[in-house]
């Protein structure tokens, strides 16, 4: 069966073949690449930054071609990633407070040791 | 193949609507946005939703690093990383079936959501190794977490101990067994009563269905591999508990590994529920000996634990997503096979297809961050 692109409506865009297996196997290469960097004994603060650059990378490319989002209207793509910052903000706005009630809770016991007779 | 559809012209009054453009919409295109702004909206309420168990894990890993360090241990990445692959590959199949919706090839369009179907049901097949692995050995929740060196050994006589699985993966496997004999006998009574796209729709299921206990055995396959069948990386876990317990300021307990654990196991009973006590843990402790040393070593297990809440919500959570995701796939699956796609119609297989690639990447990073941690 032939592929009509011409019968295709503007807002139809099948993604080529070739780069849907291209993204494929780059997200397999990336997939094996964190675990191997897993393995190598990083300190942590190498580790965590270049586990997280890899996943990022890989959802880039389900971002990008996956989903479509190349092809897609800057306003959905926009709408998206505003999660993205009102994420960072909950994160981040939540660790900064996080230290705040800690003499409050050391000072509190421990559920284990109230059920101590 | 490509227009297999008849054009409805039922509705057709002022334009040119297709058989499945909503009489509210002004033309397929019009429709095709609405659809694709309100799944985007959808997915933007998933990450936000998503988002509370990824504040919950940066904030204990912020403050405890050391149970993160402890608790990975407990975590076979090859398993993890192989359970990635089997999701990333059903991500492209889903790719290739909004292609071929794109492309109206409604036959092949089904073929690759059968396969994204089936990739599905595999990685929770996988899961459920995983999970009955870890209850094994009494990796639950924080409130019940009760760890032991060594597995539960099934009770003689029981499916479990013929089949040499957990007791737990047989469980589990409950649901889908029941399943699978469902769809292969309505399939049966679909065929005889002259249903054929009924009975069609019904061997896919149960071939998806299917797809869970290859997961089960590939998970079984892998797990006898990575950690070598003995009993061997089920003791390796308790020795950085053990270093830690004995690091912290405490000198007597150094002697003896696996008793050192289960006395921390006996402590950590007798504070919580009197009722469930373990015989060989009573002989090994008393109270008046948890005041004596300084910091009570079990408080490392109850660290551990939470970090198992933290990890069975998050992983729970994105398996009822792999089960919503299988849900809308077969309706997709049903909706190809009575080749409703057509290249100005193809929008709900593109919509399932954005939340399914959502679904891939949350675990695109869960992976690294519960599994990876070293």
Known sequence: MAEHHADHPSFNHPAPLKLLYGVFIALIGLTILTVVVSTLGLPPAIAFPVAMLI???????????????????????????????????FIGLTLTDTSEYQNTIDAFPRAEDVAAP | MAVADSHDTAHDDHHDHGEFIAHHFDSAEQQFDSGKLGIWIFLVTEVLFFSGLFVAYTLWRNHHPEVFEQAHVFLNKYLGGMNTIVLLFSSLTMALAVRSAQLGKNKQCSLYLLITMVCASMFLGVKAVEYSHKWDMGIFVRSAFDFHAGHHAAEPGTLAASLGVSPYLIKLSFIPAILLVGCIVASVIGKMTEKPLLSKFLVGMAVTVGGYFLGVVVGQVFVAATEGGSHASVVSPTEPLMLHAMTSEDGDHQAGDGEEHDHAEGEKHDHADGEIHETHHNEHHDDAHAMDHGPDPSKFDRDIGTFFSIYYCMTGLHAIHIIGGIIALAWLYWRSLAAHWRPDYFGPVDFVGLYWHLVDLIWIYLFPLLYLIE
């Open chain 1, 55 to 89: 996943a990022t990378a890989k959802a880039f490319l389900v971002c990008a071609f996956f989903m479509h989002m190349l092809w897609d209207k800057g306003f959905n793509i926009l709408f998206f990633f505003s999660s993205v910052l009102f994420v960072s903000l």
